[in-house]
T-cell receptor, first 111, second 114 residues
Framework: AQSVTQPDIHITVSEGASLELRCNYS??????LFWYVQSPGQGLQLLLK??????LVQGIKGFEAEFKRSQSSFNLRKPSVHWSDAAEYFC?????????FGSGTRLQVQP | NAGVTQTPKFQVLKTGQSMTLQCAQD?????MSWYRQDPGMGLRLIHY???????DQGEVPNGYNVSRSTTEDFPLRLLSAAPSQTSVYFC?????????????FGPGTRLTVL
């Protein structure tokens, strides 16, 4: 069965600092991978997705993610964090029936 | 387009009560799904539908029923509410291709069962 692990429950970074959120997946075939962001009290919004091709994918709000098959990872990065990036971030892998989500990483941004 | 809408936004039930969470989308999406979100557990799939008249169970279906009589609507029914069903419920939709496509999420319903 597919699974997603996000090892960091909570991360705090200073505004302007770089960010990397970790995601490891388990899936038998070539995965369809996603990063979603959830602002407080809101639904989830897609940041970016990987289906195939270039292993570095660009998303909205200046985010990018790199797919590394050898490490079963799909880490999310941003070179300079803004206060408005404070939110919860979910990595997910698509299966035949539905998405399987990680448990999420809550990002706090310090001024 | 309103996107995916959910009602109510908040609900408090007593154990044993029943209720229906409403979900509607105006994007003509074939695929719709219901997730519940619990702290530290991410989102877990309850039920999903690949089109009108077709539904199937997800990871945590017990205690919930769904139906899909139209493309637009996908209500979730709690038959006899239990405290374990206290959660935030999200409805999502996507075009043909189901989970392999971008999911569009509603704003959620926060349910408390006393």
């Amino acid at each position: 069965a597919q699974s997603v692990t996000q090892p960091d429950i909570h991360i705090t970074v200073s505004e302007g600092a770089s960010l990397e959120l970790r995601c490891n997946y388990s899936y038998g075939a070539t995965p369809y991978l996603f990063w979603y962001v959830q602002s407080p009290g809101q639904g989830l919004q897609l940041l970016l997705k990987y289906f195939s091709g270039d292993t570095l994918v660009q998303g909205i709000k200046g985010f990018e993610a790199e797919f590394k098959r050898s490490q079963s990872s799909f880490n999310l990065r941003k070179p300079s964090v803004h206060w408005s990036d404070a939110a919860e971030y979910f990595c997910a892998v698509a299966g035949r029936r539905a998405l399987t989500f990680g448990s999420g990483t809550r990002l706090q941004v310090q001024p | 387009n309103a996107g995916v809408t959910q009602t109510p936004k908040f609900q408090v039930l007593k154990t044993g009560q029943s209720m229906t969470l409403q979900c509607a989308q105006d994007m003509n999406h074939e695929y719709m799904s219901w997730y519940r979100q619990d702290p530290g557990m991410g989102l877990r799939l309850i039920h999903y539908s690949v089109g009108a008249g077709i539904t199937d169970q997800g990871e945590v279906p017990n205690g919930y029923n769904v139906s899909r009589s139209t493309t637009e609507d996908f209500p979730l029914r709690l038959l006899s509410a239990a405290p374990s069903q206290t959660s935030v419920y999200f409805c999502a939709s996507s075009p043909r291709g189901g989970s392999y496509n971008e999911q569009f999420f509603g704003p959620g319903t926060r349910l408390t069962v006393l």
